[in-house]
T-cell receptor
Framework: KAGVTQTPRYLIKTRGQQVTLSCSPI?????VSWYQQTPGQGLQFLFE???????NKGNFPGRFSGRQFSNSRSEMNVSTLELGDSALYLC???????????FGSGTRLTVV | EDKVVQSPLSLVVHEGDTVTLNCSYE??????LLWYKQEKKAPTFLFML????IEKKSGRLSSILDKKELFSILNITATQTGDSAVYLC????????????FGTGTSLTVIP
């Protein structure tokens, strides 16, 4: 079966712009989580969605937002981009949240 | 403050060596501890541990959890160059949904 698909794979944006990243979970998975990975901080939790509702949110500013659609696909939006937002953004899905998450290959965002 | 700490940060070994990676945690409402292997982008699931003292094993890899001392180890025997990767430890805790704290990882390099 298809894995977790993230698009685009790479993205270059300038400061002040906004960006939308997409994540299609494994078919049947209803929980989608987003993580930011940087060399210094490791993986940091952004938020988790389950059945179109945000269940959890990490300690990120309000510029980071997300949503989940009825087909469980999820999008993440970052507004007013800053240089420090440059990172690998990973999405992970599971059946109902918790336990064994399957990760996508990520979107590499570079802010210049 | 909840945290997950992995050690060592990096490790270089020769093929055939045995390595032990450590993960200690201080997380309230602990639910499970997971190990992932990250080679390029997408972390891939290795083990999920919920009970103390029960070893999980998969080929040359094994892992065990100590919930009293709040740590886990991941052992890799007879290492191969294909084991070169970053190994991530994640602790799942129950909030309103499910959420993970990740360690910053141990970078393992296996040289021929």
């Amino acid at each position: 079966k298809a894995g977790v698909t993230q698009t685009p794979r790479y993205l270059i944006k300038t400061r002040g712009q906004q960006v939308t990243l997409s994540c299609s979970p494994i078919s049947g998975h209803r929980s989608v989580s987003w993580y930011q990975q940087t060399p210094g901080q490791g993986l940091q939790f952004l938020f988790e969605y389950f059945s179109e509702t945000q269940r959890n949110k990490g300690n990120f500013p309000g510029r980071f937002s997300g949503r989940q659609f009825s087909n469980s696909r999820s999008e993440m939006n970052v507004s007013t981009l800053e240089l420090g937002d440059s990172a690998l953004y990973l999405c992970a899905s599971s059946l109902a949240g918790g336990g064994n998450y399957t990760f996508g290959s990520g979107t590499r965002l570079t802010v210049v | 403050e909840d945290k997950v700490v992995q050690s060592p940060l990096s490790l270089v070994v020769h093929e055939g060596d045995t390595v032990t990676l450590n993960c200690s945690y201080e997380v309230t409402n602990f639910r499970s501890l997971l190990w992932y292997k990250q080679e390029k982008k997408a972390p891939t699931f290795l083990f999920m541990l919920t009970s103390s003292g029960i070893e999980k094993k998969s080929g040359r890899l094994s892992s065990i959890l100590d919930k009293k001392e709040l740590f886990s180890i991941l052992n890799i025997t007879a290492t191969q160059t294909g084991d070169s990767a970053v190994y991530l430890c994640a602790v799942e805790y129950r909030n309103t949904g499910n959420q993970f704290y990740f360690g910053t990882g141990t970078s393992l390099t296996v040289i021929p």
